[in-house]
């Protein structure tokens, strides 16, 4: 089925008489008959439901339906992509393990690896998404335990090149992990070119409203864990804490990761979705390919116009002709990208900021991904602690606004940027 059939109906088919939407299965607990039989859950032996701090039927539903439109195998929802992507890199890389990502993420991710997981003892090597083949393999040790990149990065918009990282992921016998928030799966889908594990920020496009927090992973259920045992003990070793289990062993290559990250990570941590998120995220999945072909068309247009502006010094948007990204979003995002653009406004900081003040249709706002548009100036708010040279060496310099376009009609947004960048 085509992905705008999955969007609707992937994950959950209601027998007859039963509820067309996915139901609300606010439980924390679900009863059994004897103890023996929810010790087989326990023991993992038996398939069900016992505490929804690790497991939640609704929040499985979606998550089936992720699974299908990435062209996953096993999914789970978390409650942020925050979590999504700490649980996908800490289910294969502990205390004295290193991870090789783009140095082109998301700020959240970048703390999350460079500060708060290097506490744990995980160290981080950090290379540009448009490195060299040599420098990316120099990048790999022999502790390292995957590869990690955003598809398209947020904010700086650059396009990941999937194969080359795939490829050189598995040359060093470790899976590929990419954060595919910005395009969707409607617009790319990472496990075609060669990905392993694919995470989202729900929060984004795929709710889509800025209604709801969520994450969620996929596993293609390709990588061979059991071929480098040496590398994953965590999933090729027996688990004591599940009475002696081999996660590779017993769940194949289809079903370990996942099965690990929700019984170890989700048990102990209990970074779960709740089942009404998993509900909301889940009204924001049946309408995504129609939104993300609005959001694109829209951005499209406004990158355009703003590439023409005398207002406007430079334009950053993988859809537009002459971008750096162009030729690589037209290989692996041929039918669009987001609806995220970044540009400059001529006159430098003080225009930026005179530009966000007269905006009267898009919000400002820290968001993006969202049904109505929204707006950033970076350098006096998200990156405000940082001087005008750190600005530039980052990439966010003071003239730049990001604009996230919504679903508005386009040329009301045009009228709206224009009245804005005249003043
Ligand atoms: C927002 C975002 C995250 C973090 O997700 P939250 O849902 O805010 O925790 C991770 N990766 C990317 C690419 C994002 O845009």
Redesign the pocket.
Known sequence: MGLGTTCIRGGYAPGNGEPRQVPIIQSTTFRYETSEDMGKLFDLEAEGYFYSRLQNPTCDLVAAKIAELEGGCAAMLTS??????FFAVFNIACVGDHVVASNS??G??YNLFAVTMAKMGVEFTFVSPDCTDEELAAAFRPNTKAVFG?TI??PALTVLDIERFAKAAHDHGVPLIV?N??PTPINCRPIEWGADIV??????YMDGHAAT???CIVDAGRFDWMAHAEKFPGLCTPDESYHGITYAERFGREGAFITKATAQLMRDFGAMASPQSAFMLNLGLESLHVRMRRHCENAQAIAEHLAAHPQVSWVSYPGLAGDKYYERAQKYLPNGSCGVISFGCTGGRAAAERFMKSLKVAHIATH??DAATCCLHPASSTHRQMSEEELAAAGVPGDMVRLSVGLEDAADLIADIDQALNS
């Open positions: 942020s992509g925050q979590t999504a992507n993420i998301y959240g991710t955003e990065a947020n954060d928030t910005f995470t989202h920020s729900t929060t984004k927090l969520g994450g993006v991904a």
